[in-house]
């Protein structure tokens, strides 16, 4: 098994010492039972990667010293892309926010649709499956979580001329043209927007036809949110 990794949003330098308290104390002292001089992973997108030596445990604390970097906070090389999503059902949803965490999206951003059944979200929970997904897959940075607002204020305020903003068209069925588009965008700052189970609606299609966004399928198959989300992350990073 690696060695144990932990976000802290605290700053990390060299030979210096540190106090960690809170939920990560507990799952340091009472899940991973780490015990005096044994070592666990510090890090941030700040600071970067380093190797940590517990020295005390105390009641409600360990108190640590940061030792060498291992990583700088430059390694860290994520394609500026975020997900656009409707609430979907918890466990689905958890599922589909570590899965984009690992697949490296930097925003995660829900809205409400006509169409969407779950009208809300608890950013408090969608933040800590991030941080357990960053802290899992070697990444230095939890994805940005924003709050939610509706599909009108979110296309409203989209700035088309600093990034591209693809949707999926479930009208559509044409995968050669969702290759050449991903090709052409790969790397680029990019927005995905996955509409609910029931679809976007003429309405809001014809909003997105008003704008810039670029329309793409993933096949003639009807997906779940969570599927169809993680796979044009994946297909994007790889510039299929």
Same mark, same amino acid.
């Given at each position: 098994m690696g060695k144990i990794r932990v976000y802290s949003n605290k700053n990390l330098h060299t030979d210096s010492f540190l106090l960690i308290d809170g939920d990560d104390f507990h799952y340091l002292k009472n899940v991973m039972r780490l015990k005096n001089n044994e070592n666990f992973i510090l890090f941030n997108e700040k600071d970067g990667e380093f190797d940590c030596t517990v020295i005390a445990i105390n009641k409600h604390d360990l108190k640590i010293q940061i030792g060498q970097m291992l990583r700088g906070a430059d390694t860290e090389n994520l394609n500026d892309a975020e997900l656009i999503f409707t609430p979907i059902r918890h466990s689905r949803q958890d599922f589909l926010i570590e899965k984009a965490t690992e697949l490296g999206i930097k925003t995660l951003s829900p809205i409400i649709t006509t169409n969407t059944s779950v009208k809300d979200i608890n950013i408090e929970r969608a933040?800590?499956?991030?941080?357990?997904?960053? &802290?899992?897959? #070697? #990444?230095?940075? =939890?994805?940005k979580i924003n709050s939610l607002e509706t599909f009108t204020e979110k296309i409203a305020k989209f700035? %088309?001329?600093? #990034?591209?903003?693809?949707? +999926?068209? /479930?009208?559509?069925?044409? !995968? *050669? !043209?969702?290759? &050449?588009?991903?090709?052409?965008?790969?790397?680029?700052?990019?927005? %995905? +927007? =996955?509409?609910? &189970?029931?679809? %976007?609606?003429? $309405?809001? %299609? /014809?909003?997105?036809?008003?704008?810039?966004?670029?329309? =793409? $399928?993933?096949?003639? +198959? =009807?997906? #779940?949110? *969570? $599927?169809?989300?993680?796979?044009?992350?994946?297909?994007?990073?790889?510039?299929?």
């Open positions: 933040y800590t499956i991030a941080k357990e997904a960053t &802290e899992q897959s #070697r #990444r230095l940075s =939890i994805p700035d %088309f001329s600093s #990034r591209t903003l693809i949707y +999926l068209d /479930e009208r559509q069925n044409n !995968n *050669e !043209n969702t290759t &050449e588009i991903l090709k052409k965008y790969h790397g680029k700052p990019v927005s %995905f +927007l =996955i509409g609910p &189970e029931g679809g %976007f609606t003429p $309405t809001e %299609f /014809e909003i997105l036809s008003k704008t810039n966004a670029v329309g =793409i $399928t993933l096949g003639n +198959l =009807i997906l #779940r949110a *969570e $599927t169809a989300g993680i796979s044009i992350i994946a297909l994007y990073n790889i510039g299929i």
